[in-house]
């Protein structure tokens, strides 16, 4: 697995660069932690990534495939964003999950673990989603997830609503995927991380790109 970022820009609504020819490279079991202050743009980065958001410029490729050659709604099974907060969504998390297992792009990957295992709460998935806490939601939402075996996980600080024994344990599961993760934690940073960039606020100065990081 390659996931590759070149010179990605992307322009706010007055016109002025949110970021502007940030570079990446992803690799099989590599976390790239990103950091950076509110508002510099990483959720939109990470949004741009999984092809959810429009970008100005900038090409993108899973293996040497745009998301064109794979068709977006494919390209996002493979490249799958998931948000710090999920969405207020009516039903439980298992009907949730039951209904993404139908839509065809998942069911033609047929490589789906079973995620209460890998949530380690059996209790929750039945309930209502507006009756679980931020924590469970986000191990329930991390949970399926990685249960859809997408090639890349682009991970809204995924464990922000955590106690610090789950953070560890959600850390560990992380370190088998090839993830691109949003932090403001810089210890997490140290514990996971195989590579990290902090994304400033845009500057718009000459020729003055934000990130370059090749593998
Ligand atoms: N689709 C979009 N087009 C243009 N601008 C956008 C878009 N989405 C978000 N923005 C703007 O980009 C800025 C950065 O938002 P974003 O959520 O990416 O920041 P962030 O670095 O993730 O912040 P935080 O750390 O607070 O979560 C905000 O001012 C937001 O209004």
């Known amino acids: 697995m390659h996931l590759e970022v070149e010179r990605l820009c992307k322009l706010k609504a007055d016109g002025t660069f949110l970021f502007r020819d940030v570079s990446l490279s992803l690799k099989d079991k590599e976390i790239l932690a990103i950091s950076g202050p509110s508002g510099s743009g990483k959720s939109t980065l990470l949004k741009c990534i999984a092809q959810l958001t429009l970008y100005e410029e900038g090409i993108i490729y899973l293996n040497r495939k745009s998301p064109e050659d794979y068709g977006i709604p494919n390209w996002r099974t493979r490249v799958m964003y998931v948000p710090q907060r999920a969405p207020v969504m009516p039903g439980s998390p298992m009907e949730f999950y039951q209904k993404m297992l139908s839509f065809k792009h998942q ?39 990685l249960s859809c075996k997408p090639d890349a996980l682009l991970l809204d600080e995924p464990t922000s609503a955590l106690d610090p024994d789950t953070c560890l344990l959600v850390e560990e599961s992380l370190k088998e995927y090839a993830c691109i993760l949003v932090t403001h934690n810089p210890e997490q940073e140290r514990r996971i991380a195989t590579n990290s960039f902090m994304l400033r606020h845009h500057v718009d100065t000459e020729d003055n790109a934000d990130v370059s990081i090749d593998n």
């Open 107 to 145: 069911r033609s990957r047929n490589c789906h673990v079973d995620p209460i295992e890998i949530s380690q709460q059996d209790e929750s998935w039945d309930k209502e989603w507006n009756q679980l806490s931020g924590g469970e939601i986000q191990r329930i939402s991390l949970a399926i997830a």
